[in-house]
């Protein structure tokens, strides 16, 4: 298949071009570099230097003999993204072009318009280059869980049915995010569902938990093909923060609480996840959702699996709870359902003691690179 994927330099964008074009795909990737350039406004490097997409596009080529089409500009741009389109005429979309961050999306005005306009205009802007394209052309699109919030029934795949005053109706299943970030989420799936209805669009919404992980397969130690990994308060999700803090020796920073409950996955679970959700592609005027994860862990659980697999590895990691920043339920009730993907044929890569120790691993041989001042908290959500 030909396989568009917008937001092709993050942190899961260019894992998945490689794996979909190691799974024989035509690629192409786009991305206007908006978190390289946001991390160097913010001050937040990632741990590992990563060349710029033309550069690991051609690496890719000499290590896998398969290329990988580079296109920069912005999916908010609509005569570029057309352009894209006409020219490289894909059968399905990823589109993961968005500003990622929740505390990001929470830092002041500016940033929150940047997330508001760059999040609804860029899906926008899928919908109607598809419509004018080719209608067929598949939409993956990288929704979140946190779209759901926390609510205290359980969260169904999606839809929900409801029976009101004695008539039923299967309807989206209730929102309430705890970001900005998250709210543009909710709107984009709005967005797309609307065009679904009128336009006979086909589309799968992935609502993702929180990823975690450093390696795929198809990196295989080779340091030019690593991705993007932030630790950060902004950009850096929690268990990959926590791995960071335990080697640099900071106290883990759990905040509040710490019985905030999420669904996590590996990275290379995001991988199968999105190869699944292309091999099954959603009917014409199919609005497909899945709920993206493997497991359910709290906060605590985290901190306390890295904890014991730090003494695998020799580091003494303490726990220490700090301030929440974010305003968010810290107990609460959570039981989302996700069997859709395992019945495409998700294998689960669980987080076990070995896959943490691991990640300790590959982080101690960087410990000198690590910014200890970027690590605690400081964007507050009132
Ligand atoms: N947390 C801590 N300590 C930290 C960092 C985070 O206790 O040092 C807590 C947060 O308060 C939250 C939980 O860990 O309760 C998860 O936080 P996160 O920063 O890992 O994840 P979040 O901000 O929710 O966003 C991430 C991705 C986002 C994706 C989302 C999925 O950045 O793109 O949509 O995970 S979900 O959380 O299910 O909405």
Not at 309 to 322: P, Q, T
Request: glycine residues 8%.
């Amino acid at each position: 298949m030909r396989v568009l994927i917008l937001g092709g330099d993050g942190y899961l964008g260019w894992p998945t071009a490689m794996y979909l074009s190691s799974q024989g795909n035509e690629v192409c990737v786009v991305d206007n570099y908006f978190r390289r350039f946001a991390c160097v406004e913010k001050d937040v490097p990632s741990l590992f230097d990563t060349p710029n997409l033309f550069e690991r596009a051609r690496h890719w080529q000499e290590v896998s003999g398969k290329e990988i089409m580079v296109r920069i500009g912005s999916v908010a741009d609509y005569p570029f993204l057309l352009d894209v389109f006409h020219e490289f005429k894909p059968d399905a979309v990823v589109h993961y072009a968005e500003q990622p961050s929740a505390p990001y999306s929470m830092l002041g005005h500016s940033e929150a318009r940047f997330t508001l306009e760059n999040n609804l205009l860029s899906t926008l802007n899928v919908a109607y280059a598809v419509k004018e394209t080719d209608p067929s052309i598949h939409i993956v699109k990288l929704g979140t869980m946190g779209e759901y919030g926390t609510p205290n029934i359980d969260i169904e795949e999606g839809f929900i049915d409801i029976e009101h005053k004695g008539r039923k109706d299967r309807l989206l299943f209730p929102r309430q995010a705890g970001s900005l970030y998250h709210t543009t989420k909710i709107q984009d799936t709005d967005l797309l569902y609307f065009y679904v209805r009128v336009w006979g669009l086909r589309v799968t919404d992935l609502m993702q938990g929180p990823v975690y992980g450093i390696f795929t397969e198809e990196m295989g130690g080779d340091e030019d093909l690593f991705t993007v990994f932030n630790y950060d308060e902004i950009f850096g999700t929690v268990l990959n923060r926590f791995i960071v803090q335990a080697v640099a020796g900071v106290p883990l920073t759990v905040y509040g609480k710490g019985g905030q409950t999420r669904g996590y996955l590996n990275i290379k679970d995001t991988l199968q996840c999105v190869g699944l959700a292309i091999a099954h592609p959603a009917r014409k005027g199919e609005m497909k959702i899945y709920n993206q994860f493997t497991e359910t862990f709290s906060v605590n659980d985290l901190a306390n699996a890295v904890q014991r697999a730090g003494k695998d590895v020799g580091i003494d990691v303490e726990i220490k709870s700090v301030p929440n920043p974010r305003v968010e339920l810290e107990d609460h009730y959570y039981n989302p359902v996700h069997t859709g993907l395992l019945d495409l044929g998700l294998e689960p890569t669980l987080l076990t003691n070995n896959i943490v120790a691991k990640m300790l691993e590959s982080v101690i041989r960087r410990k000198d690179e690590i910014r200890r001042d970027i690590i605690q908290p400081k964007t507050q959500w009132n």
